[in-house]
């Protein structure tokens, strides 16, 4: 009887959905072979009605399970402890299923969860063709169209919270797209390709990226786009590549017209590959495309619905390994420990959704390598200085515990995390190479990493020292409360950069033991009052690995001069940087007694350009006598982009462009989403800094290319109205005249680019755009290169370094007059500018002029001050000029 019941139901499957002879044919043999294992005790067989639970752990044929609640096509899905989630799709009126359901296999049973929220009017805001991708426990919903069939293309992304049950609503996309890609890699998401808001051709190749370690960058225009752009692709990673798998051209347009194409992205090198085609052109895989044991699975689709097709990556080719029971596109499929569990899709088409489920036992052979991506990481670095490389560590199957062996690490090699979990998505390892005391040459290591069950990974670290032995290099000598002085042949500088305390000195105290530097003993700078504390900022030349000595000598209790007490008179703390307090609770004269002088060294990381310290005090009040600072030089500059107008932009090559900053004066537009011509980075052209303006960047000494980023976008120019011609000066020189973008672009809406050769001698270089004979002077980016960087003065109060281009006259000398400043004035001195007119400049942190200050004629010596009122504590830039010299310092406003 029930081999008679499978017989009918299978006459009836092939009445109602196998036209195709092969397909009768494969459909027979399953029920026949069902038939058979019965018969011979060898399998329980199939219910009719599918059961509550599993009641065999092995399914040779495709076998009926519980069927969904609703019936779905174009429905992404995810895997979440070994349960399937469904998220709406669209029902057989192609009209918007407002619900979402989740499936465990273990009991067999589909339970409904939250639906999306609905609008302020009521109506759903749940979405089909958006991208689908699970970060922890949080599923991403990104673009899409909203609503019943044709809605409209959005750029909301969606967040559900897996654990809570709740939606919220996540950073929008750049732009609306629908039908593209969504996929996690790292600490990374990807979202490329689809279409646009007008649907019918408006397939995009855009590649956006979101950091979910730096939320508040957003979402990153800019990377490698997808070669060719379409839509209904699936988005599949494994190995530490993104594949773009088929897809179609065109949307609402016909049908659209199917692809077999299939590319390969590599973060590593910011580069799409072309695969091997698919065997037969196929898109509405989204769903039923997923990595597998390191190969990559792809279920159903628009055609050849009933195929299972496999991809290895290794040999670069596809096999049909499997056909279901009838043709579905757009399924959802997963694999759960050895079930390949299949469920809704259309059969055959959209308009014919389905809730059926199917699941299958299947043989799977687990790819147990733990793997780095890439195997190799090069670098190189200026002596002294220190670079951060990262790769990916992954698996090929399911997720590991992983530990980075750092036992051996050698010294110029630190890891930043070495241990976590990872799985086929990979988890970042970042790695830190320092030059710093390391000879010029080549170095490598070869680090590895273990997790239980897989075979261990390996990177090979390569690090190039370029030239210099890799000494640390002495920034600065401070005698801490005291003047300028000289001992033992050693020059010391006087007070400078502290902020928040006073200075004392004790005269009585002649002679200061295990010293022969007695007199920087001899003063100090301390807090306040009692418990009150002290900082220190210092500028320094490059981010870097500094050593710090401080120097103490206790010269007021117990000491000539100075009053009674003992241990536990003066306790205090230091902290470097922000970190761990280096010095906890401690006590001079606990640790080397009364006029005794003792050296505490500590080596830190500064990344922000400033060397912070503080003090606090646990009794008494803190206090410091001397301060040496030794660290990596400046060396070779690094490039410096600005999206002009814009908001930062990755653009292609990995080229990161910082938000519109250092400059002063004009205005900001944008022109939208707007295609511009002879680029791959159309955002970098739509938004442009207009007006008379100036920029005044902060670089090294030394030689530069200044790549100017232009493109007409202003309907008056274009239609002829008025033209645009304006003239641009950097470093004081006229670089470009009477500069006409559409002529130089050969039209509208198209990128231009100019390269200018400058060379920097005062650490800030300018570009001001001058108006001409018509309109107002425009940019869209600026990039600065390095060419060559000329060696800068080691210390940055004092500039005395003579300009070559002026050999022969006096030497422009500027001191700054306490420094950090802490009242409401810069005061600054200037020596050998006499007769020549004189300006000063003082720059914010972001290009702003803030203060500015002209002498028509110098004198021989020439002080003055420059209101700061009303300016905010931090890091300012003072440029002295004359026409033939300039000097550049940095400065400190303490609170």
Same mark, same amino acid.
């Given at each position: 009887?029930?081999?008679?019941?499978?017989?009918?139901?299978?006459?009836?499957?092939?009445?109602?959905?196998?036209?195709?002879?092969?397909?009768?044919?494969?459909?027979?043999?399953?029920?026949?072979?069902?038939?058979?294992?019965?018969?011979?005790?060898?399998?329980?067989?199939?219910?009719?009605?599918?059961?509550?639970?599993?009641?065999?752990?092995?399914?040779?044929?495709?076998?009926?399970?519980?069927?969904?609640?609703?019936?779905?096509?174009?429905?992404?899905?995810?895997?979440?402890?070994?349960?399937?989630?469904?998220?709406?799709?669209?029902?057989?009126?192609?009209?918007?299923?407002?619900?979402?359901?989740?499936?465990?296999?273990?009991?067999?049973?589909?339970?409904?969860?939250?639906?999306?929220?609905?609008?302020?009017?009521?109506?759903?805001?749940?979405?089909?063709?958006?991208?689908?991708?699970?970060?922890?426990?949080?599923?991403?919903?990104?673009?899409?169209?909203?609503?019943?069939?044709?809605?409209?293309?959005?750029?909301?992304?969606?967040?559900?919270?897996?654990?809570?049950?709740?939606?919220?609503?996540?950073?929008?996309?750049?732009?609306?797209?629908?039908?593209?890609?969504?996929?996690?890699?790292?600490?990374?998401?990807?979202?490329?390709?689809?279409?646009?808001?007008?649907?019918?051709?408006?397939?995009?190749?855009?590649?956006?990226?979101?950091?979910?370690?730096?939320?508040?960058?957003?979402?990153?225009?800019?990377?490698?786009?997808?070669?060719?752009?379409?839509?209904?692709?699936?988005?599949?990673?494994?190995?530490?590549?993104?594949?773009?798998?088929?897809?179609?051209?065109?949307?609402?347009?016909?049908?659209?017209?199917?692809?077999?194409?299939?590319?390969?992205?590599?973060?590593?090198?910011?580069?799409?590959?072309?695969?091997?085609?698919?065997?037969?052109?196929?898109?509405?895989?989204?769903?039923?495309?997923?990595?597998?044991?390191?190969?990559?699975?792809?279920?159903?689709?628009?055609?050849?619905?009933?195929?299972?097709?496999?991809?290895?990556?290794?040999?670069?080719?596809?096999?049909?390994?499997?056909?279901?029971?009838?043709?579905?596109?757009?399924?959802?499929?997963?694999?759960?420990?050895?079930?390949?569990?299949?469920?809704?899709?259309?059969?055959?088409?959209?308009?014919?959704?389905?809730?059926?489920? #199917?699941? +299958?036992?299947? $043989?799977? =052979?687990?790819? &147990?390598?733990?793997?780095?991506? %890439?195997?190799? *990481? /090069?670098?190189? !670095?200026?002596?002294?200085?220190?670079?951060?490389?990262?790769?990916?560590?992954?698996?090929?199957?399911?997720?590991?515990?992983?530990?980075?062996?750092?036992?051996?690490?050698?010294? #110029?090699? +630190?890891?930043? $995390?070495? =241990?976590?979990? &990872?799985?086929?998505?990979?988890? %970042?390892?970042? *790695? /830190?190479?320092? !030059?710093?005391?390391?000879?010029?040459?080549?170095?490598?290591?070869?680090?590895?990493?273990?997790?239980?069950?897989?075979?261990?990974?390996?990177?090979?670290?390569?690090?190039?020292?370029?030239?210099?032995?890799?000494?640390?290099?002495?920034?600065?000598?401070?005698?801490?409360?005291?003047?300028?002085? /000289?001992?033992?042949?050693?020059?010391?500088?006087?007070?400078?950069?502290?902020?928040?305390?006073?200075?004392?000195?004790?005269?009585?105290?002649?002679?200061?033991?295990?010293?022969?530097?007695?007199?920087?003993?001899?003063?100090?700078?301390?807090?306040?009052?009692?418990?009150?504390?002290?900082?220190?900022?210092?500028?320094?030349?490059?981010?870097?690995?500094?050593?710090?000595?401080?120097?103490?000598?206790?010269?007021?209790?117990?000491?000539?001069?100075?009053?009674?007490?003992?241990?536990?008179?003066?306790?205090?703390?230091?902290?470097?940087?922000?970190?761990?307090?280096?010095?906890?609770?401690?006590?001079?004269?606990?640790?080397?007694?009364?006029?005794?002088?003792?050296?505490?060294?500590?080596?830190?990381?500064?990344?922000?350009?400033?060397?912070?310290?503080?003090?606090?005090?646990?009794?008494?009040?803190?206090?410091?006598?001397?301060?040496?600072?030794?660290?990596?030089?400046?060396?070779?500059?690094?490039?410096?982009?600005?999206?002009?107008?814009?908001?930062?932009?990755?653009?292609?090559?990995?080229?990161?462009?910082?938000?519109?900053?250092?400059?002063?004066?004009?205005?900001?537009?944008?022109?939208?989403?707007?295609?511009?011509?002879?680029?791959?980075?159309?955002?970098?052209?739509?938004?442009?800094?207009?007006?008379?303006?100036?920029?005044?960047?902060?670089?090294?000494?030394?030689?530069?290319?200044?790549?100017?980023?232009?493109?007409?976008?202003?309907?008056?120019?274009?239609?002829?109205?008025?033209?645009?011609?304006?003239?641009?000066?950097?470093?004081?020189?006229?670089?470009?005249?009477?500069?006409?973008?559409?002529?130089?672009?050969?039209?509208?809406?198209?990128?231009?680019?100019?390269?200018?050769?400058?060379?920097?001698?005062?650490?800030?270089?300018?570009?001001?755009?001058?108006?001409?004979?018509?309109?107002?002077?425009?940019?869209?980016?600026?990039?600065?290169?390095?060419?060559?960087?000329?060696?800068?003065?080691?210390?940055?109060?004092?500039?005395?370094?003579?300009?070559?281009?002026?050999?022969?006259?006096?030497?422009?000398?500027?001191?700054?007059?306490?420094?950090?400043?802490?009242?409401?004035?810069?005061?600054?001195?200037?020596?050998?500018?006499?007769?020549?007119?004189?300006?000063?400049?003082?720059?914010?942190?972001?290009?702003?002029?803030?203060?500015?200050?002209?002498?028509?004629?110098?004198?021989?010596?020439?002080?003055?001050?420059?209101?700061?009122?009303?300016?905010?504590?931090?890091?300012?830039?003072?440029?002295?000029?004359?026409?033939?010299?300039?000097?550049?310092?940095?400065?400190?406003?303490?609170?």
């Amino acid at each position: 009887m029930l081999c008679t019941s499978l017989y009918i139901l299978s006459f009836r499957s092939i009445f109602n959905f196998f036209p195709e002879y092969m397909n009768l044919l494969r459909l027979r043999l399953s029920v026949y072979l069902s038939c058979l294992l019965i018969l011979l005790n060898l399998w329980s067989g199939f219910a009719l009605q599918a059961a509550p639970a599993l009641q065999d752990p092995f399914y040779p044929v495709w076998t009926p399970r519980t069927p969904g609640q609703n019936k779905r096509v174009e429905a992404p899905s995810i895997v979440y402890n070994k349960k399937i989630y469904v998220f709406a799709g669209l029902n057989p009126k192609l009209d918007i299923n407002n619900s979402n359901e989740v499936y465990d296999p273990a009991t067999n049973t589909w339970t409904y969860i939250a639906p999306m929220p609905l609008d302020a009017q009521g109506k759903p805001q749940a979405l089909t063709h958006n991208g689908i991708a699970l970060v922890d426990n949080i599923v991403w919903l990104a673009g899409g169209r909203v609503g019943d069939n044709p809605g409209p293309v959005t750029d909301k992304v969606w967040l559900y919270n897996l654990t809570t049950n709740t939606w919220a609503e996540g950073p929008r996309l750049p732009a609306p797209r629908a039908a593209g890609g969504l996929v996690r890699l790292g600490r990374r998401l990807h979202f490329f390709g689809g279409f646009g808001p007008a649907v019918c051709n408006d397939d995009r190749a855009d590649h956006f990226v979101y950091d979910l370690d730096q939320p508040a960058l957003g979402w990153q225009t800019g990377l490698a786009p997808l070669p060719i752009p379409r839509n209904h692709f699936g988005t599949v990673t494994v190995g530490g590549q993104i594949y773009a798998i088929g897809g179609q051209y065109g949307h609402d347009c016909g049908g659209g017209q199917d692809q077999k194409m299939v590319h390969a992205y590599d973060p590593a090198t910011n580069t799409w590959t072309q695969k091997k085609d698919l065997p037969y052109a196929n898109s509405h895989i989204e769903p039923g495309s997923f990595a597998l044991d390191g190969k990559i699975l792809v279920t159903g689709g628009e055609r050849n619905g009933q195929n299972i097709l496999q991809y290895d990556p290794a040999t670069n080719n596809w096999t049909i390994i499997d056909q279901m029971p009838t043709a579905l596109i757009a399924p959802s499929a997963k694999v759960i420990d050895n079930y390949y569990i299949v469920s809704h899709g259309g059969a055959p088409g959209s308009q014919q959704s389905q809730e059926a489920a #199917w699941i +299958k036992s299947i $043989t799977r =052979s687990k790819n &147990t390598q733990l793997d780095f991506w %890439p195997n190799q *990481l /090069t670098a190189s !670095a200026a002596a002294g200085q220190q670079v951060t490389v990262k790769a990916l560590l992954g698996t090929f199957s399911d997720q590991a515990t992983y530990t980075i062996n750092t036992a051996s690490l050698p010294g #110029w090699l +630190k890891v930043k $995390t070495a =241990s976590g979990t &990872t799985d086929e998505a990979g988890a %970042p390892v970042e *790695l /830190t190479l320092n !030059a710093a005391g390391l000879p010029a040459g080549n170095y490598s290591y070869t680090l590895t990493a273990t997790a239980a069950g897989y075979s261990p990974a390996s990177v090979e670290v390569r690090l190039t020292v370029e030239g210099g032995s890799g000494a640390p290099t002495l920034l600065a000598r401070i005698n801490a409360g005291g003047p300028a002085v /000289t001992s033992n042949g050693v020059s010391w500088s006087g007070s400078e950069y502290f902020f928040g305390g006073k200075t004392y000195t004790n005269s009585k105290v002649k002679e200061i033991a295990d010293t022969q530097d007695d007199v920087l003993y001899q003063t100090e700078y301390s807090a306040t009052s009692n418990l009150s504390g002290f900082g220190f900022a210092m500028p320094v030349p490059v981010p870097g690995q500094y050593t710090v000595k401080l120097h103490f000598a206790e010269i007021y209790w117990d000491a000539t001069g100075g009053r009674a007490g003992g241990v536990g008179q003066r306790v205090f703390s230091v902290n470097l940087e922000g970190g761990p307090v280096e010095l906890a609770n401690y006590d001079i004269l606990a640790d080397v007694g009364s006029m005794r002088a003792v050296v505490k060294t500590y080596t830190v990381e500064v990344g922000d350009g400033v060397l912070n310290i503080d003090f606090s005090a646990s009794a008494n009040q803190p206090k410091i006598s001397a301060i040496e600072v030794m660290g990596p030089a400046p060396a070779s500059s690094e490039s410096v982009r600005l999206n002009a107008g814009g908001a930062a932009f990755l653009a292609s090559g990995s080229r990161q462009f910082a938000a519109d900053t250092y400059v002063t004066g004009g205005s900001t537009t944008t022109v939208g989403n707007v295609q511009i011509d002879n680029t791959a980075d159309d955002a970098l052209y739509q938004t442009e800094r207009y007006g008379t303006f100036s920029y005044n960047v902060p670089v090294s000494n030394g030689s530069y290319n200044v790549i100017l980023h232009f493109a007409e976008t202003y309907s008056k120019v274009i239609n002829g109205t008025i033209s645009r011609k304006f003239h641009v000066d950097i470093e004081g020189q006229r670089k470009l005249t009477e500069y006409d973008i559409l002529a130089k672009a050969g039209g509208a809406w198209k990128a231009v680019q100019e390269t200018v050769g400058v060379t920097v001698n005062d650490g800030v270089l300018t570009v001001a755009f001058v108006p001409g004979s018509s309109q107002n002077p425009k940019v869209c980016a600026i990039e600065i290169v390095p060419t060559t960087v000329l060696a800068s003065p080691s210390r940055m109060l004092s500039a005395t370094v003579a300009n070559p281009e002026t050999t022969g006259k006096a030497d422009l000398q500027v001191k700054i007059l306490g420094n950090p400043i802490q009242q409401d004035g810069l005061d600054v001195e200037v020596q050998g500018a006499m007769g020549q007119p004189l300006r000063f400049k003082l720059i914010d942190a972001k290009g702003q002029v803030v203060a500015e200050h002209e002498v028509a004629k110098a004198g021989i010596r020439e002080q003055h001050r420059l209101s700061v009122t009303g300016q905010a504590a931090g890091l300012f830039f003072l440029r002295v000029s004359t026409p033939e010299q300039s000097r550049t310092l940095k400065v400190l406003k303490s609170e």
